[in-house]
């Protein structure tokens, strides 16, 4: 990878970063619960861009076997909050 | 160089597409059009990420292939989810002009 591609790329994962910041206001302010779940799903999402783009910036592939996990476990814990909210209880 | 050339306009496209999943999410009055926004665009986002990084590093291209699958098989369930109980727990729709579902809820599973 040329030094070009390098720098945009970890140009890229700065972007990325700073787009945590509007999720995290609204997980902080977001009127109801559900905002505020909407709103942490969307930063996983956003977190499994910036560990795929660290895979591409270290050149290896080890690293996306985290982000394999963190989509797994964001998709269970998404799932059981929101049967919480819905119904006061998860099981 | 020409390789390298399209993965980082699929890496631009990503990024791209996840500040507008993001700025939707700011700009949208209720919970049910912010999940319209980050559920459907920020997964588009994420896929030109995963595109792009699969034509720099190919022998990454099976795992990531895997996370994508995956991405695009659960965003659509936890969305869904998501909604379900936002409407269940009565949150209002803000400038709705109609709503099919207005009394015609299932009961909800009552708590012991």
Do not use: N, W
């Not at chain 2, 699929?10 to 949208?28: D, E, K, P, Q, T």
């Not at chain 2, 665009?41 to 996370?67: D, N, S």
């Not at chain 2, 099919?100 to 009961?107: F, K, M, Q, S």
Request: aromatic share 8%; proline share 5%; with cysteine.
């Amino acid at each position: 990878m040329s030094v070009l591609a390098q720098t945009l790329i970890q140009i890229a994962v700065v972007i990325m970063i700073l787009l945590i910041l509007p999720c995290a206001y609204r997980v902080f302010v977001g009127p109801t619960p559900a905002d505020r779940l909407q709103a942490i799903d969307a930063l996983t999402a956003l977190l499994i861009g910036i560990i795929v783009l660290l895979a591409l910036i270290q050149g290896t592939s080890f690293v996306i076997d985290v982000a394999l996990a963190l989509a797994a476990f964001s998709f269970v814990g998404t799932l059981a909050i929101a049967r919480y909210l819905s119904e006061g209880r998860v099981f | 160089m020409l390789g390298e050339i399209i993965a980082l306009l699929f890496i631009a496209f990503g990024v791209f597409f996840s500040a507008v999943g993001v700025l939707g999410m700011m700009r949208m009055p209720d919970v049910y059009t912010r999940l319209h926004a980050s559920g459907k665009v920020t997964t588009l986002g994420i896929f030109g990420l995963l595109v792009g990084t699969a034509i720099l590093i190919p022998e990454a291209t099976l795992k990531l292939f895997g996370l994508g699958l995956f991405i695009l098989l659960s965003t659509p369930v936890a969305s869904h989810a998501i909604a379900a109980s936002a409407y269940r727990s009565g949150i209002p729709m803000k400038r709705a002009s109609r709503d099919d579902l207005a009394g015609r809820l299932p009961v909800p599973i009552p708590e012991e």
